[in-house]
């Protein structure tokens, strides 16, 4: 079955499912090199952020591999669905859970990895994120300033991990804004996250990214 238009309203849902049954019926065989990122996205009609979020996701669980320079090409004929939806199901105390065991880690890491470019790429992602108030654009600017620490980590695996997972971080901060009855990580713990990283000190570092998710993880308890 060719490629269709994608109608539905999550357009990175709709690129999986039809990108996976293109795998499936071997339209895509094993070890073929899939079309193009800009073709995808005008064969589907869908932004080339969903079509890049798509195929981040299936390479993650490896059906897909992306080749630098080269292209990407099909892994595995596995269906990934049932595992990226249990990650689209999982509960808010979950992600956060997650969130905190990777932000501690990412933000001890960039302590020490932290180069002069790194302290202003997360300065400007820090002055996104406190600009940011619809719930949408909250949670875009949120996830990228995590990302962003992941990224200056320098541990591939863990941010590719990261970006994974941030998809979900993404809804999820978006929730939490939207319902002002659960606490969220304000300006002050993320300012000390960034103050520790630039300060070169990997305990103060980790204490404050802690700091940012404990709070919305004691509310999530009482709740439950």
């Known amino acids: ?59 993650h669980v490896g059906v897909l591999e992306v080749r630098r320079g080269d292209g990407t090409y099909v892994r595995s004929a596995a269906d990934p669905r049932p595992l990226l939806r249990r990650v689209e199901r999982a509960s808010l105390r979950d992600v956060f859970e997650v969130q905190l065991a990777y932000d501690v880690q990412a933000a001890k890491l960039a302590a020490v990895r932290r180069t002069p470019e790194d302290l202003r790429r997360l300065e400007g992602l820090l002055r ?27 541990n591939a695996l863990l941010t590719e991990a990261f970006r994974f997972f941030r998809h979900r971080l993404r809804e999820s901060l978006s929730a939490l804004r ?23 000190d990997a305990e103060a570092a980790g204490r404050a990214a802690a700091r940012v998710v404990e709070p919305t993880l004691r509310a999530l308890e009482d709740v439950l």
Not at 9 to 26: N, P
Not at 37 to 57: D, N
């Open 1 to 59: 079955m060719p490629l269709q238009p994608v109608e539905r309203a999550s357009a990175v849902d709709a690129v999986l499912d039809q990108m996976h049954d293109q795998v499936a019926s071997g339209a895509w065989a094993v070890g073929a090199r899939i079309p193009g990122e800009h073709e995808l996205s005008a064969r589907l009609r869908v932004s080339r952020p969903a079509v890049r979020e798509a195929i981040r996701a299936l390479s």
């Open 128 to 154: 996104d994120r406190d600009a940011a108030e619809a719930p949408e654009a909250f949670g875009e600017a949120d996830s990228r300033f995590h990302l962003g620490v992941a990224e200056t980590a320098r």
């Open 178 to 200: 939207e319902d002002r009855d659960l606490p969220e990580g304000g300006p002050e713990p993320h300012h000390a996250v960034l103050a520790a990283i630039a300060d070169r």
